[in-house]
C-alpha cells in the first residue's frame, strides 16, 4: 500500500495562502465534479446489476451476472486510480497479478473472485456512489452557488436590472445593488476551495488504501516464482531418489555379485595353490573398499532409515558413524511432512561434517522439538568458533532449502566458540 502523504493535503498545511492562488483548487473541484457524475453512474449500473442478477436468479443467466458483478468493481477501481492523476503526481499500480486459468470467463472469475483486492474495489464502488459522491455534489453545490454571487454585478450590468434578484423580491437596480452578492460569493469560494482540497485528498488517501497493492498480498508473479522454486527443490529431490534407487538397485548390487563370484574364485585358487591367489584378494579387498564409499554415498544421497523411521532415527544413526561424540535429543509427538523430514536431516548432516571438519570440537548437541507446528533444531558444539555461511560451508545452500517451505537459518559461531546452528522449519509449508 501506498504510504505517501496527500499531495492536496501538504499543499494545504505547508501553504494555506498560497493554495487559494494555485492550480489546487481548480484540479480538486474538477476531481469532485467528475467523480459525482461518475459516482452517480457507478451506483445506478451496480444496482442494476444486482437487481437484474436478482430478477434472472431463475434461469440461470442471473447467477453468473451476480458472480461478474466484483468485475464491475475492478473497472472502477482502475478508472479511480487513473483519475487520481489530477490530484496527485503518482498513480498507484493495481493490487491484481496476471490472470490464468483455462479459460477467458474461468480464469477470470476464478482468479478475481479470489483476491482480496477485489472485494475492497467493490467496496469503494458502493462508497464511491454513496458517501463521496453525496460530499462531492455538496461542495461543488457550494461553489456553484457563490461562483454565481460572485459574477453578479456583471450579471446585473449585462441584463436588464429588473431581471436580476439577489435577494428574492428584490430586484437589482444597479451593479452597486449587486456588491452584497460577492461579499458573500468570495468567501463561500475560498471555503469551497479548502473543503474540496480536504474532501479530495481524503478520497485520495482512500484510493491509496482499498485500491493499491498491500505489502501483506504478495502480487501473482511473486507467487508464482515461489511455487516454481519449490517445484524445482521437488524435482531435485526426485532425481536425487532415482539416483539412490539405481546405484542401490544396480551398481550396489552388481558389486557385491563381483564381491561373491572374486571369493569363490580366490576359494578355488587357493585350494589350487595359484600364485594368483594374492591378486585376487586384493582385487575383492578393493571391491568391498569401493561397496562400503557405495553404501556411503547412497546414504548421502537419501537415507532410508529417514524414510522408514524417520528424523530422530535418521539422525541417531549418523550420530553412531560420527567421528566426535554427538548426543542427540530429538522428541517428535509423530511424523512430520516428508520435506520438512528431509530439510533437517541434511541440515544436521551438514553442521556435524563442518563440526567434524573445521570447528575442532569434542561434543556436538542436537536437540529437536515441535514448537507451534514448526520444527525447531538447535545444534551446538564447543568447538573453536568463527563459521561463516558465506565462506562456502554449504550453511547458506540450507538456509536457501530451508526459504523455500517458508524456514530459516541462524548461525552464532563467535570465535572461540561455542557454534549454534538455530533451525525452523513450518511443518505447514
Known amino acids: 500500500m501506498d504510504q505517501r502523504a496527500v499531495a492536496v493535503w501538504q499543499a494545504l498545511r505547508h501553504r494555506p495562502a498560497r493554495y487559494l492562488v494555485s492550480g489546487w483548487p481548480w484540479r480538486c473541484w474538477a476531481y469532485l465534479l467528475s467523480g459525482t457524475v461518475l459516482g452517480y453512474a457507478a451506483l445506478i449500473a451496480l444496482v442494476l446489476l444486482v437487481l437484474a442478477g436478482i430478477a434472472l436468479s431463475a434461469v440461470g443467466v442471473g447467477l453468473v451476472i451476480l458472480a461478474a458483478t466484483p468485475l464491475f468493481g475492478s473497472a472502477v477501481g482502475a478508472l479511480e486510480r487513473r483519475r487520481l492523476r489530477l490530484i496527485e503526481p503518482v498513480r498507484p499500480a493495481g493490487p491484481h497479478g496476471s490472470v490464468t486459468g483455462r479459460g477467458p470467463v474461468v480464469s477470470r472469475l476464478g482468479n478475481r473472485l ?5 472485494w ?26 457563490s461562483a454565481l454571487l460572485t459574477v ?32 458573500a460569493g468570495i468567501p463561500g469560494l ?6 474540496a482540497g480536504l474532501l479530495a485528498g481524503l478520497q485520495a488517501r482512500t484510493v491509496q488504501f482499498l485500491l493499491a497493492p498491500r505489502d501483506d498480498e504478495p502480487s501473482e508473479r511473486v507467487i508464482e516464482l515461489t511455487r516454481s522454486r519449490a517445484r524445482l527443490a521437488d524435482a531435485f ?39 594368483t591367489t594374492e591378486l585376487v584378494s586384493r ?33 541417531a544413526e549418523v550420530a553412531l558413524r560420527h567421528p566426535v561424540p554427538v548426543t542427540v535429543d530429538i522428541a517428535l509427538p509423530h511424523r512430520l511432512p516428508e520435506a520438512v523430514e528431509t530439510v533437517a536431516y541434511f541440515t544436521v548432516t551438514e553442521a ?3 563440526a567434524a571438519k573445521h570447528s575442532g570440537a569434542g561434543a556436538v548437541t542436537v536437540v529437536g522439538r515441535l514448537r507451534h507446528g514448526a520444527l525447531r533444531l538447535l545444534i551446538t558444539d564447543n568447538g573453536k568458533g568463527g563459521a561463516d555461511p558465506a565462506a562456502g560451508t554449504g550453511l547458506q545452500g540450507l ?25 525452523e522449519v513450518p511443518c505447514s509449508a
Open 283 to 315: 582385487a575383492r579387498g578393493e571391491v568391498r573398499a569401493a561397496l562400503t564409499q557405495l553404501r556411503d554415498l547412497v546414504r548421502g544421497i537419501h537415507p532410508q532409515v529417514l524414510t522408514d523411521h524417520g528424523l530422530a532415527d535418521a539422525v
Open 237 to 275: 529431490e526426485a532425481e536425487r531418489r532415482r539416483i539412490e534407487r539405481d546405484l542401490h538397485d544396480g551398481a550396489q548390487q552388481q558389486l557385491v555379485a563381483l564381491n561373491m563370484t572374486l571369493g569363490l574364485a580366490e576359494t578355488e585358487l587357493r585350494a589350487a595353490g595359484s600364485p
Open 120 to 145: 475492497r474495489e467493490l467496496g469503494y464502488t458502493v462508497l464511491f456512489g454513496t458517501v463521496f459522491t453525496l460530499a462531492g455534489a455538496g461542495v461543488m453545490a457550494v461553489v456553484s452557488v
Open 190 to 195: 475560498v471555503l469551497g476551495a479548502y473543503a
Open 152 to 183: 453578479s454585478p456583471v450579471v446585473a450590468w449585462a441584463l436588464a436590472p429588473e431581471t436580476v434578484m439577489i435577494i428574492p423580491g428584490q430586484p437589482v437596480t444597479g451593479p452597486l445593488d449587486a456588491l452584497p452578492g460577492p461579499a
Open 352 to 354: 556435524l561434517a563442518n
Open 114 to 118: 479470489r483476491e482480496r483486492a477485489t
Open 399 to 423: 538456509a536457501d532449502r530451508m526459504a523455500i517451505l517458508g524456514g530459516r537459518l541462524v548461525v552464532s559461531s563467535p570465535v572461540g566458540g561455542p557454534t549454534q546452528l538455530r533451525a
